[in-house]
């Protein structure tokens, strides 16, 4: 029997009664989740290809590949053929359960170029680290790279400049303050402390933002106040993180130092010393130096700007309850932050090198 083939373009507003019509009429093969494969008649297997365009009113229309031959595919058998489940820990299976299993894919191959950024990887190695079909990456690589979201090196594909411009274009729409808020939710074990943001302002911290944990502290460092940056572990992380010239500037013509508690440092020379210890150490300690009885641990965050900040992260808790081990849990967790703050196309998972 010769076979012929038409295609037919369908909006998606068009009545069930149509696609009957259309169904009564031959083999038709609709929606992302069939893979483009139906079965026939007398054993006949063919491909059938699905595409996805716009109708010129914004919306997309569907172009449904029908395929004359004379005999009727069952509609179980088509049902069957779309819900045939991906190989389990595939990009396939998460495409699968995708509205848009194309975009679900084509992130995915970002992710693996993301992973070894310095090498280009081809078809074939993209389609092995994520169990799927080779055309099938093919395609996916050429439209990025046309896109611009990958290049091309050889046969194989890396990231692509078009990804700087859209991280540029995400950063300058960054709210830093929203996104202190949503990464302190996130710390395993600082998001249970006080947690605070602020920003140096000559030799003071102007105080930004606060999340309150479980374990709420009474605080002199309330939102908008200002505070000494030389007593304060936001102010000395702060002021460690300047290079020598500009801390000798702004200590210029200092002789004394505010002091809140006897703890508080008195002088110039005791604060340089300390600095030179939270270099060394990597993060800077308010030992009762502004509230006795509570402590407080502090890093810098390096701006995202030149002349920006800088800005500085602190948990703050009981000096009783700041124990050997609980300690260099939210040391670490005040890193992951100051990361993220300084990076946020860094992830929570992924702390900072060093």
Not at 70 to 92: I, Q
Not at 244 to 264: C, K, M, Y
Request: charge should be neutral.
């Amino acid at each position: 029997m010769r076979r012929r083939s038409v295609a037919v373009k369908m909006p998606n507003g068009s009545q069930p009664a149509d696609r009957m019509a259309a169904m009564r009429r031959g083999r038709v093969t609709e929606g992302a989740g069939s893979r483009g494969v139906t079965t026939a008649g007398e054993g006949t297997r063919d491909a059938v290809a699905e595409t996805q365009r716009d109708d010129g009113h914004g919306h997309p229309s569907r172009l449904l590949a029908l395929e004359l031959t004379g005999a009727v595919a069952p509609r179980e058998a088509l049902s069957a053929v779309a819900r045939a489940p991906a190989p389990t820990g595939s990009a396939d299976a998460d495409a699968a359960e995708s509205l848009a299993p194309a975009v679900t894919r084509a992130a995915a191959i970002l992710d693996v170029l993301a992973e070894d950024p310095a090498a280009a990887l081809g078809p074939s190695e993209l389609a092995r680290r994520l169990a799927l079909p080779k055309s099938s990456i093919a395609n996916i690589c050429g439209a990025l790279a046309d896109a611009g979201l990958v290049r091309r090196i050889g046969t194989g594909f890396a990231l692509g400049r078009k990804l700087a411009e859209l991280g540029g274009a995400y950063l300058t729409a960054i709210d830093l303050v929203q996104e202190f808020y949503d990464a302190c939710q996130r710390l395993p074990t600082g998001s249970e402390e006080t947690v605070q943001l602020a920003v140096l302002d000559g030799l003071e911290m102007t105080y930004l933002a606060r999340h309150d944990g479980r374990q709420p502290v009474r605080l002199t460092s309330q939102i908008g106040r200002r505070l000494p940056a030389t007593c304060t572990a936001t102010g000395k992380a702060a002021l460690a993180s300047l290079d020598q010239r500009e801390l000798d500037r702004r200590l210029a013509g200092v002789t004394t130092l505010h002091r809140f508690t006897p703890n508080s440092h008195g002088t110039v020379e005791a604060l340089l010393a300390d600095l030179a210890e939270v270099r060394r150490r990597g993060y800077a300690i308010d030992d009762e130096e502004t509230v006795e009885g509570v402590v407080c641990y502090g890093v810098a965050i390096r701006g995202r700007r030149p002349g920006e900040g800088p800005h500085a992260a602190s948990i703050t808790l009981l000096k009783a309850r700041a124990t050997d081990e609980r300690v260099p849990a939210l040391v670490e967790d005040l890193h992951r932050l100051a990361g993220m703050l300084s990076d946020p196309l860094r992830t929570l998972d992924r702390p900072p090198a060093g």
